[in-house]
């Protein structure tokens, strides 16, 4: 089984497949297969009926209909692999997920990423040990930036008079301008002055693991969820989705607490960074001195 979940990582990064999505597919096809273990068949052998008793188990655990696509997602592409090379002769997952899971939806169920509260956030960075990690968690709560453009930063792009950070751009981002408040800018800078003893001269990075590399992806997922772990708002050995924080909970952390407490949400939208939808959303302008106000006023304070 080792073997197995070993070639289909190689093809799937072969095959181009984003690095985050791979390490989130194996997860899944692990789970799988202690499940295939289980009926004592092997993996070629499983039909449409093992699968929707898998589907079955999985809903009497509390899986929600979008934890179970997220998990038949990654099995579906396991039997496309195995399809490519020839050990199976069709993918039988389609026809089951086209059968149980476009029915299986529930207008009540809940956001399958954690949303904690202002004091668990607090409580995370309380529990982080290292200057570097309680800054990139304050980062990520009050800017509400995505794993890849934070860990893409270098130091001249932070604006500590301002109390701002210039991203890189990207495809997915339209605003690059995102704001901190001083509570933010008391670890950033800290960790700023603390970062000349750790780097190389030539280092541009703001987040190092080492004096001339950035942290990894790998790193700051495990970074993340560590601290919150010690929280006790992460719990690795669970497969619902519901009972994990990774570093894209943040984002959702930072736009939940932003409309609770009442930001407009053309500013949320704009400061997450998202495509205007709507003609009228591409030709309304959103004023930076007024935007930034409105942030700063409605952030949530960790009190840390």
Not at 81 to 96: R, S, T, Y
Not at 158 to 184: A, H, M
Not at 222 to 241: Q, V
Request: glycine share 4%; hydrophobic share 35%; charged share 30%.
């Amino acid at each position: 089984m080792d073997d197995l979940v070993e070639e289909y990582a190689a093809d799937a990064e072969a095959r181009g497949l984003d690095r985050k999505t791979i390490i989130v597919y194996v997860g899944n096809i692990r789970r799988f297969l202690k499940f295939v273990e289980e009926r004592k068949k092997p993996i070629t052998k499983i039909n449409k009926l093992d699968l929707r008793d898998y589907i079955i188990k999985k809903r009497e655990k509390g899986f929600t209909a979008s934890t179970l696509r997220y998990n038949l997602a990654a099995i579906s592409s396991l039997y496309d692999f195995l399809l490519f090379e020839g050990k199976v002769k069709f993918n039988p997952v389609i026809e089951v997920r086209k059968r149980y899971l476009s029915t299986y939806k529930n207008d009540g169920e809940k956001q399958t990423h954690k949303i904690i509260s202002i004091a668990d956030a607090a409580k995370m960075i309380q529990n982080s040990f290292d200057i570097r990690d309680k800054a990139m968690l304050m980062v990520f709560f009050k800017t509400g930036i995505r794993r890849g453009e934070l860990l893409s930063l270098d130091v001249n792009d932070v604006d500590l008079e301002d109390g701002s950070i210039l991203l890189k751009p990207t495809k997915k981002r339209t605003n690059r301008r995102v704001y901190f408040d001083g509570e933010c800018a008391r670890y950033l800078s800290r960790w700023i002055e603390i970062r000349k003893e750790r780097v190389d001269p030539s280092c541009k990075a703001l987040f190092v693991s080492s004096p001339t590399q950035r942290v990894s992806e790998f790193m700051c997922y495990t970074i993340i969820t560590k601290a919150a772990n010690r929280a006790g708002l992460h719990d690795k050995n669970s497969d619902r989705m519901e009972d994990h924080f990774s570093p894209h909970a943040c984002r959702h952390w930072f736009t939940t607490h932003l409309l609770e407490a009442g930001m407009r949400r053309d500013y949320v939208q704009e400061l997450r960074g998202d495509r205007r939808g709507a003609a009228i959303d591409i030709y309304t302008h959103i004023n930076p001195k007024l935007l930034k106000e409105s942030y700063l006023a409605h952030i949530p304070t960790l009190g840390v």
